[in-house]
Nanobody
Framework: QVQLVESGGGLVQAGGSLRLSCAASGIIVSIYSLYWYRRAPGKQRELVATITSGGSTNYASSVKGRFTVSRDNAKNTVFLQMDSLKPEDTAVYYC?????????WGQGTQVTVSS
């Protein structure tokens, strides 16, 4: 059974940092393309960051320079380091793994940034 389990969310003041983790079981993260999404209240889901199996990364313009996606193959875990957080970063953050027709989502973790 495949599971992606996010953790690391919480409440932080503006300007602070959080590191989200997405621990995978049942898949090997090193061969998947992995994505971080977020959904803010009343808004559409937004793709925040991507890391491919080859290690290439990409970011939404709204987080570029502040967020960093990385992968630890030994831990089978993907991370999202979030620095210089802003109130508009408040959302539920989800990880997603895709390999060909295989497509898996985590349950999400709440991030709240206070002003």
């Amino acid at each position: 059974q495949v599971q992606l389990v996010e953790s690391g969310g919480g409440l932080v003041q503006a300007g602070g940092s959080l590191r989200l983790s997405c621990a995978a079981s049942g898949i090997i993260v090193s061969i998947y393309s992995l994505y971080w999404y977020r959904r803010a209240p009343g808004k559409q889901r937004e793709l925040v960051a991507t890391i491919t199996s080859g290690g290439s990364t990409n970011y939404a313009s709204s987080v570029k320079g502040r967020f960093t996606v990385s992968r630890d193959n030994a831990k089978n875990t993907v991370f999202l380091q979030m620095d210089s957080l802003k109130p508009e970063d408040t959302a539920v953050y989800y990880c997603r793994g895709i390999l060909q027709r295989y497509d898996y989502w985590g349950q999400g973790t709440q991030v709240t940034v206070s002003s």
